[in-house]
């Protein structure tokens, strides 16, 4: 029968991605507390909470990301557009994950080893702001083949880092 790994007896690679998160006036401490496990999971190299009165780490969210809070580099900033524009002018892909009339697949090809890749994720009920859809290289969606047109961002954000990491994996091998 075989035996249940553990966190100290798995045998995966560690591996940071050129990958970071923006979260986009995410403000549900379950959701905030998901996102950096999420974030472990996948190697994303930062998180970047942006919004007013977004309040990161509280017991629910510490509950919520087992720790993985003290390992994941996060910043709050109150303005999202000129961390947007920063990241920019440093060479990363600006990417929201968000249903648009012209979003495609996130399981399309997109990304390349070499790519720094900055995720937007949108806010529990109203998704990415129109301010910051129009500063983004691309929309990407997850398809979806029930009635409802949107899912958990928490776990959005886990189907398309599993995406995105597999495009950089296949393209560093």
């Given at each position: 029968?075989?035996?249940?790994?553990?966190?100290?007896?798995?045998?995966?690679?560690?591996?940071?991605?050129?990958?970071?998160?923006?979260?986009?006036?995410?403000?549900?401490?379950?959701?905030?507390?998901?996102?950096?496990?999420?974030?472990?999971?996948?190697?994303?190299?930062?998180?970047?909470?942006?919004?007013?009165?977004?309040?990161?780490?509280?017991?629910?969210?510490?509950?919520?990301?087992?720790?993985?809070?003290?390992?994941?580099?996060?910043?709050?900033?109150?303005?999202?557009?000129?961390?947007?524009?920063?990241?920019?002018?440093?060479?990363?892909?600006?990417?929201?994950?968000?249903?648009?009339?012209?979003?495609?697949?996130?399981?399309?090809?997109l990304f390349s080893a070499?790519?720094?890749?900055?995720?937007?994720?949108?806010?529990?009920?109203?998704?990415?702001?129109?301010?910051?859809?129009?500063?983004?290289?691309?929309?990407?969606?997850?398809?979806?083949?029930?009635?409802?047109?949107?899912?958990?961002?928490?776990?959005?954000?886990?189907?398309?880092?599993?995406e995105i990491t597999k495009?950089?994996?296949?393209?560093?091998q």
């Amino acid at each position: 029968m075989p035996t249940q790994l553990t966190h100290e007896t798995t045998v995966f690679i560690k591996k940071q991605f050129p990958i970071t998160l923006i979260c986009d006036s995410v403000n549900s401490p379950a959701n905030i507390g998901s996102i950096f496990r999420i974030a472990d999971s996948f190697g994303v190299e930062q998180i970047y909470f942006c919004g007013q009165n977004i309040t990161i780490v509280s017991k629910r969210m510490e509950r919520t990301a087992r720790s993985t809070h003290k390992t994941i580099p996060y910043q709050h900033h109150e303005h999202i557009l000129p961390l947007i524009d920063n990241l920019k002018l440093k060479g990363y892909k600006v990417v929201g994950l968000e249903i648009t009339e012209n979003s495609i697949p996130v399981s399309t090809k997109l990304f390349s080893a070499d790519d720094k890749i900055a995720l937007v994720i949108g806010e529990e009920k109203l998704g990415i702001s129109e301010d910051v859809l129009t500063k983004l290289m691309k929309s990407i969606h997850i398809n979806m083949y029930g009635t409802n047109s949107s899912m958990n961002v928490a776990t959005a954000t886990g189907i398309a880092l599993y995406e995105i990491t597999k495009q950089l994996m296949i393209d560093d091998q």
